[in-house]
């Protein structure tokens, strides 16, 4: 295909070029892919809020599926009929179990009222 003319072989040529531009491209589509999914968690406080202090024992989706979870018995809030009242003050206080062991750890000295309020949503959304 190369060889049989002067057309051809400058397509061929600019083929050639984007050949080797190819890495390079992929690389930049996977960074616009990449930088949009933290974009995208930035945006909405309360997610992110939930990503950093939640997940590690609710999990990315809520379901407590971890065996550190179930170990600990998190609830799975996919599950959960706990009101926006209800949330707000687990959040705040935690949970404590009969013996007096912490269970969920209270976050008023590390979140503020309003960040607290933004988790609600975010907790409700794993229901369906
Ligand atoms: C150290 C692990 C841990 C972390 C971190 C944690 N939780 Fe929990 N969470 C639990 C456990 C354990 C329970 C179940 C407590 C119980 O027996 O009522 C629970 C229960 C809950 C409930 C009550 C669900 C229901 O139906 O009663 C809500 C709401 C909740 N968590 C929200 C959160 C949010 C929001 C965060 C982050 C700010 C968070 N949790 C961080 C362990 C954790």
Same mark, same amino acid.
Request: proline share 4%.
């Given at each position: 295909?190369?060889?049989?003319?002067?057309?051809?072989?400058?397509?061929?040529?600019?083929?050639?070029?984007?050949?080797?531009?190819?890495? $390079?491209? $992929?690389?930049?589509?996977?960074?616009? $892919?990449?930088?949009?999914?933290?974009?995208?968690?930035?945006?909405?406080?309360?997610? #992110?809020?939930?990503? #950093?202090?939640?997940?590690?024992?609710?999990?990315?989706?809520?379901?407590?599926? =971890?065996?550190?979870? #179930?170990?600990?018995?998190? @609830?799975?809030l996919?599950a959960? @009929?706990?009101?926006?009242?209800?949330?707000? @003050?687990?959040?705040?206080?935690? @949970?404590?179990?009969?013996?007096?062991?912490?269970?969920?750890?209270?976050?008023?000295?590390? $979140?503020?009222?309003?960040?607290?309020? =933004?988790?609600?949503?975010?907790?409700?959304?794993?229901? #369906?």
């Open positions: 295909m190369c060889h049989t003319g002067k057309n051809v072989s400058s397509v061929c040529g600019g083929w050639r070029l984007s050949r080797r531009l190819q890495p $390079l491209l $992929l690389a930049a589509i996977g960074c616009v $892919l990449f930088s949009g999914v933290p974009a995208t968690i930035r945006a909405a406080g309360g997610e #992110k809020l939930f990503a #950093k202090n939640c997940t590690i024992c609710h999990g990315n989706d809520g379901k407590a599926q =971890s065996n550190y979870a #179930k170990k600990i018995g998190v @609830k799975d996919a959960s @009929k706990a009101t926006d009242g209800e949330i707000e @003050k687990q959040v705040a206080e935690g @949970k404590t179990d009969a013996e007096g062991k912490v269970k969920m750890p209270p976050f008023k000295d590390r $979140l503020t009222a309003e960040e607290i309020k =933004s988790l609600i949503p975010v907790v409700k959304a794993f229901r #369906k």
